[in-house]
């Protein structure tokens, strides 16, 4: 099944706090506080235009989320970037792959020229794998810079595509 | 001379800020949105603890600044990061090269395990050259990351440096 990808609203947010705790407080995978409240959480992952919001729907349930806008402002705001947190019990059936394939089409869209990620933990090989899958390099890592519960100290990929010129 | 570095106060906003807003307007060496005004760049420059703003002063004049703390909070924060701005008229007297050693003696005390650049502009080989001087290595480079005025797109580097563990 592919998942439904759409704006998130209001509604939302009940399914996707515990998405976004789960990950944040696991700490294997986002460079984010742990302890972040949930009214941070909220402020830091629900975007204002441009930026964007999304949830992907599976089987009518929230299975993930991603966000997605600039990744810096002035002579840095053609370069996009986007973040994709999916419930644990959705993992493995595509909702990551559909939630970036939705911003890379959305980036297009809005005109930015590429996409870029600052810090992909090198020990979530499924994020690797897929980014890989969907035209992102890896451009550089930085060594010992996310302290891992189970590895220790791993690396944090920065990882970049491009967008064809149409 | 050697500057002499001390944490900023107050008073020292009005010398600060000309030298913050000639930077951004440039839109030469800082991916920063060039329109910020005062109260949003001060928001932005002034770190709190256990964050750390400074200001060098030469010749009894604020002739640089720089700011330092975490670069990412939770499993990434024991990489810090830093940034530093010059006066335009105070440029090539090694203010630069004071700020980076001082935030990196302070990082170090701080008990960081090491700095991390995370948008240097390729074409600014003055800081580019001052931070491989000082220990920092080019982990990766975006390309086209970085909109120059005069040089168009230019990418931007990723610099990293290690502290040794004494």
């Known amino acids: 099944m592919t998942p439904d990808i759409r704006p998130l609203t209001e509604t939302d947010w009940p399914a996707v706090w515990p998405i976004i705790e789960d990950v944040i407080r696991a700490e294997e995978t986002f460079p984010y506080d742990p302890a972040m409240s949930e009214t941070v959480a909220r402020g830091m992952w629900i975007e204002r235009p441009p930026g964007l919001t999304v949830v992907a729907v599976l089987d009518g349930a929230v299975a993930g989320t991603a966000k997605m806008g600039a990744n810096r402002p002035g002579p840095g705001s053609h370069v996009s970037t986007a973040s994709f947190m999916v419930a644990a019990g959705s993992r493995g059936h595509g909702v990551g792959t559909a939630l970036c394939r939705f911003a890379l089409d959305w980036a297009?869209?809005?005109?930015?020229?590429?996409?870029?990620?600052?810090?992909?933990?090198?020990?979530?090989?499924?994020?690797?794998t897929m980014y890989e899958r969907e035209g992102f390099q890896i451009v550089g890592t930085v060594p010992r810079s996310f302290r891992h519960p189970a590895h220790g100290p791993v690396g944090l990929h920065v990882m970049y595509r491009e967008f064809d010129r149409g």
């Open 108 to 128: 297009r869209r809005q005109g930015f020229a590429s996409m870029q990620f600052n810090a992909v933990v090198e020990t979530n090989s499924a994020a690797v």
